[in-house]
């Protein structure tokens, strides 16, 4: 389950590294799961980019923040990094795991 998706040019980081930067308000985080999917759990902030109709150009994007792509396990947050770099877009890192290795670490999910 973990570590699908990684490939040259997409940078990752661990859920540790992914809730300080939630804490600290220097990331926007992109679910690309579908809306049931991220209806049904997902991590707070989050904001739901469904993979079915991901425009890498539409991405949402605030300065001062790093846009980080997630998925349950990694392999569509790599396949829309894919996209992004395909149209050159700034985002080119997902969480490593998705929000299987972010419940794997124990971190929190909103319902």
Request: with cysteine.
């Amino acid at each position: 389950m973990f570590g699908f998706g990684k490939k040259a040019g997409h940078s990752e980081v661990t859920p540790q590294e992914l809730q300080a930067m939630l804490a600290a308000g220097t990331v926007t985080l992109v679910d690309v799961r579908e809306p049931n999917e991220f209806a049904a759990e997902h991590i707070a902030g989050a904001v739901n980019v469904p993979l079915s109709s991901f425009d890498a150009a539409a991405l949402p994007h605030a300065p001062g923040r790093v846009t980080v792509l997630q998925c349950a396990g990694g392999k569509r947050s790599g396949m829309a990094l894919d996209r992004c770099a395909a149209v050159e877009a700034s985002a080119d890192t997902h969480l490593a795991g998705g929000l299987g290795a972010w419940k794997a670490a124990g971190l929190p999910t909103t319902r």
